[in-house]
């Protein structure tokens, strides 16, 4: 009795495991072994598609053949041993050399010249199948991107509603997600030091495993989080349905720092000023540093005529700074009313914005049917089409986020950063003289644009913004004046006009 081998295959793990397609091909293949009084020496039995080549448990077996460590082999049908040519061409060679190939569900004498045409027209027809069955998926695939659905499984963060459904946020890992943005924004985390911020705020896979440096990395650069669906293979941008977590301003911010290696290297001491004062002469940032109990910043410039500034030092400038925003009670009531007065006022050119933007977004759809119709005619190919699709994808996904703000009552035009600001100023000097060392540092980042250190003193450099604030109408003697001044106005007016040119936060 000569040995054979058996080989019977599933397309998936998934039904390799709780299929019966092994289990019959299995018991239909020792059913013809006992007719035929062939006896199977070894087993092959492969998950894997067979619309490629590369299966590694079929390449072993051809191996093993070629080697004649077995006289043929059994396979089930001829499809599950070829659905794509090449592997069926090296099946072929077997039989050509001397192997014996028997198919059980198929009663043909392949070294016949008949039996042989009929096994090829039989695998060509399976190769052809296969070939049909991957264009109808992937026309599938295609249709449920194009309206808005994620086919694959759902990032972390999000979770799975069937296939005929949008992402929803996962309200457990979800936060941890936008956490892990806004944090990264800062520019003040590495990846590896966000990696272990966010595990230990208590982020988690889907499976309950900790996230890998490279997992969060493909996190922070997916903009899924964002409306977006990318694909990875092809760059491809599709409209998403789902909720978003944030805002294409905070992505973008991101990207940016992650294309530009921006953040700032981790403190070995946590000085309050780390990293904030610079030296006027070199611009070099002054080092912090503990000698016999006092906090001292020291310039390391070999040649730079700058030495040290103690810290209590730069306290004092700070406070002194912070001491001319306090408001009294008039010029704050006055700023408040002011300030809702504005609002007022913004409300009808925040409906005509809105109106804007809708049309802009009308716009950016008739863009891309253009751009479609180009294709379709041949005036531009696919890689010029894919990139400027992308690209008015990218502006639609941030006038989408604009009109959401301001639909949802959050404008954008800069009065609730003035009236936080006008709030934060008014008890700077409270919350300066008491606060833990990140709320200082943070207060300072708020408000001054430099500290520069002048041989052992430290000059305060205020932005814009708060510098009006600080030197409104002043008294001969240089204390604040006292009243609202005619110029408030003014004051407020230029205010208001620095916060609406900035970039509204992200979320």
Not at 355 to 370: C, D, I, S
Request: positive net charge.
């Amino acid at each position: 009795m000569q040995n054979y081998f058996a080989y019977i295959r599933v397309s998936t793990a998934k039904q390799g495991e709780k299929g019966v397609s092994l289990q019959e091909q299995k018991g239909a293949i020792e059913s013809y072994a006992r007719r035929f009084n062939l006896e199977i020496s070894r087993w092959f039995e492969e998950r894997e598609t067979a619309a490629k080549s590369g299966r590694p448990v079929f390449a072993e077996m051809l191996k093993l053949l070629r080697e004649r460590k077995g006289v043929g082999v059994i396979i089930h049908k001829i499809d599950r041993s070829a659905r794509n040519l090449k592997d069926w061409a090296n099946l072929g060679e077997m039989i050509d050399a001397g192997s014996q190939v028997h198919f059980v569900n198929e009663s043909l004498d392949l070294h016949s010249r008949g039996g042989r045409l009929s096994a090829d027209i039989q695998a060509v027809v399976a190769a052809d199948y296969i070939r049909n069955l991957r264009e109808e998926t992937r026309k599938g695939f295609y249709g449920r991107l194009k309206q808005g659905l994620y086919p694959l499984p759902a990032p972390i963060g999000y979770l799975d509603q069937g296939r005929g459904a949008a992402k929803i946020p996962d309200p457990r890992r979800a936060p941890l997600v936008i956490q892990a943005f806004r944090l990264y924004a800062t520019g003040e985390y590495s990846l590896p030091r966000l990696l272990d911020e966010i595990l230990r705020r208590g982020l988690r896979t889907r499976t309950g495993g900790h996230p890998s440096l490279n997992g969060l990395s493909r996190m922070l650069n997916n903009p899924f989080y964002t409306g977006l669906i990318r694909l990875t293979s092809t760059g491809e941008l599709f409209r998403g349905t789902h909720e978003t977590l944030i805002s294409q301003a905070l992505f973008e911010r991101v990207q940016q720092i992650l294309n530009n290696k921006t953040a700032n290297r981790t403190a070995l001491h946590d000085f309050v000023f780390r990293r904030m004062i610079r030296c006027e002469n070199c611009r070099y940032s002054l080092i912090g540093e503990l000698q016999k109990g006092r906090v001292y910043y020291r310039c390391h410039t070999r040649t730079c005529s700058t030495k040290s500034v103690r810290e209590d030092r730069l306290d004092d400038a700070l406070v002194t700074a912070f001491d001319r925003f306090v408001l009294d009670k008039e010029e704050l009531d006055y700023a408040r009313g002011w300030v809702k007065d504005a609002h007022v006022r913004a409300d009808a050119l925040r409906t005509q914005e809105i109106e804007n933007l809708k049309f802009q977004l009308n716009q950016t759809e008739a863009h891309v049917e253009r751009l479609t119709d180009a294709l379709l005619d041949g005036t531009i190919d696919r890689e010029l089409f894919e990139r400027r699709k992308n690209a008015v994808l990218t502006q639609e996904n941030g006038l989408k986020g604009r009109l959401a703000a301001l639909e949802a009552g959050k404008p954008e035009d800069g009065l609730v950063h003035l009236e936080k600001f006008l709030e934060l100023v008014n008890t700077a000097s409270f919350l300066y003289k008491h606060g833990l060392p990140e709320e200082k540092r943070d207060l300072v980042k708020k408000v001054t644009s430099n500290l520069l250190s002048v041989e052992k003193n430290v000059v305060v450099e205020l932005k814009n913004e708060a510098k009006l604030l600080a030197e409104r109408t002043q008294l001969p003697y240089s204390s604040p004046y006292k009243g609202v001044p005619r110029t408030w106005d003014k004051i407020l007016a230029q205010l208001l006009k620095y916060f609406a040119d900035e970039v509204a936060p992200a979320n």
